[in-house]
């Protein structure tokens, strides 16, 4: 095997967004220039979020190219244009599996198989968590990549490639345990478990919450700004509440005047928020496969109230592009979670069992990943946990703006 060529942050950037899309998006490449630039500062599937300008990738370019691991094309697309096709593939002579790996540890650092699984899916399918591995033990053998020393606290050790150094901002402390708690066995199955347990708690959840909102006044001032900014003339129009659980959210803001709609994954929960609320519009739904609503070019507010708690820090950037893209320009984004505290595990809730992961996320993270994600204003509140009220986190609440 050839020596392993080392490449700075710009350059492993350049090169997997060229892995990347060349099996993402056959048909637009190679990338122009500008498509280059695009995906390298996407603000989806990479980390850290980038600006590069197209002068620093052409010059980029230039430079692998010299170093023979990128090729500057002719391509005939009504005009002659300039197109970027990377060939490290070729040179390391990567198998598919191998390349799914390296992409992904290009465009996003260090990580643990369970991640690694879940990010690869558009790239190569892994049959289990037990495929990545032994895959990875097979690239170390061949020095492309190494395991990392274990953190206090994490349950997987984390992989990284040995291309070059890693992006000081690649691996923010908050990845560390919590994350691969909540993705040791992938999305996927999660996403399973999440369905499985609150379907299996939706009536004695549903009961506990019923008169959840009476004495939070924070919480109900909030609402209250939602529902008002629903029914503004300039940029008005209907709201939805993504894992809207047994729909009291939804129903107040519905009582407040707006055009609520909840959505929620966990098809018993839906079914209870219908029982409770029966004037109310309440679907099964994927918060990260959000659609523009059909009476209106976009949602005025997107509400993840309580609804982000299952996913893992390093999916947070991705689902609140999802949430994002379908809001109306000067629509909403507002958020609600607990914070500051280390994942935690439920085996049993309500007496029912039940496997759930419950993430907490810093705010310094998720003020960033919201700005990432294109929206603008943002305002931010941390309330302090009411013990009162039996509750063990504080709590933080964002609102941003979509230009």
Not at 71 to 98: F, N, S
Not at 337 to 342: I, R, T
């Amino acid at each position: 095997m050839p020596d392993l060529p080392v490449l700075d942050a710009v350059e492993q950037r350049v090169l997997g967004s060229l892995l990347e899309k060349q099996v993402t998006v056959p048909a637009s490449y190679p990338l122009s220039l500008n498509g280059l630039r695009t995906a390298c500062n996407q603000t989806s599937s990479r980390e850290p979020v980038t600006d590069y300008d197209e002068h620093t990738v052409e010059q980029v370019g230039r430079r692998l190219k010299d170093r023979g691991l990128l090729r500057i094309v002719w391509a005939d697309t009504g005009r002659r244009t300039l197109k970027y096709h990377q060939v490290l593939d070729e040179v390391l002579d990567l198998a598919d599996d191998e390349r799914a790996l390296l992409t992904v540890l290009l465009l996003r650092g260090p990580q643990a198989p369970g991640e690694l699984r879940t990010r690869t899916d558009r790239l190569h399918v892994f049959a289990d968590r037990g495929a990545v591995e032994s895959t990875l033990a097979a690239m170390a053998e061949r020095g492309l990549v190494r395991e990392l020393p274990r953190r206090g606290g994490d349950r997987d050790a984390r992989w990284v490639h040995l291309l070059g150094d890693e992006p000081a901002a690649a691996a923010p402390a908050v990845e560390a345990g919590p994350v691969l708690d909540v993705l040791a066995d992938g999305a996927d199955a999660r996403d399973e478990r999440v369905r499985s347990s609150y379907d299996a708690v939706a009536t004695a959840y549903a009961d506990s919450l019923l008169t959840e909102l009476d004495g939070l006044p924070f919480e109900t001032w909030l609402l209250d700004r939602v529902a008002a900014h629903a029914d503004d003339d300039r940029v008005g129009g209907p709201v939805v509440e993504v894992g809207c659980g047994p729909g009291h959210v939804t129903a107040y803001l519905a009582d407040a005047g707006a055009d609520a709609t909840g959505l929620d994954l966990s098809p018993g929960m839906v079914a209870e928020a219908r029982r409770r609320f029966p004037d109310g519009a309440y679907e099964v739904g994927d918060l990260r496969r959000l659609m523009r609503p059909t009476t209106a070019p976009g949602w005025s507010a997107v509400l993840a109230w309580y609804s982000l708690i299952h996913l893992a820090p390093s999916e947070l950037p991705d689902a609140l592009v999802s949430l994002a893209r379908p809001i109306a320009p000067g629509g909403w984004l507002v958020l609600a979670l607990h914070a500051g505290l280390p994942a935690a595990h439920h085996d049993a809730w309500f007496d029912v069992p039940v496997d759930l992961d419950f993430a907490h996320h810093e705010r310094e993270h998720v003020v960033a990943s919201v700005e990432a994600a294109g929206l603008t204003d943002v305002e931010w509140y941390l309330r302090g946990r009411l013990a009162a009220r039996g509750e063990t986190s504080d709590r933080l609440y964002v609102v941003a703006r979509k230009r």
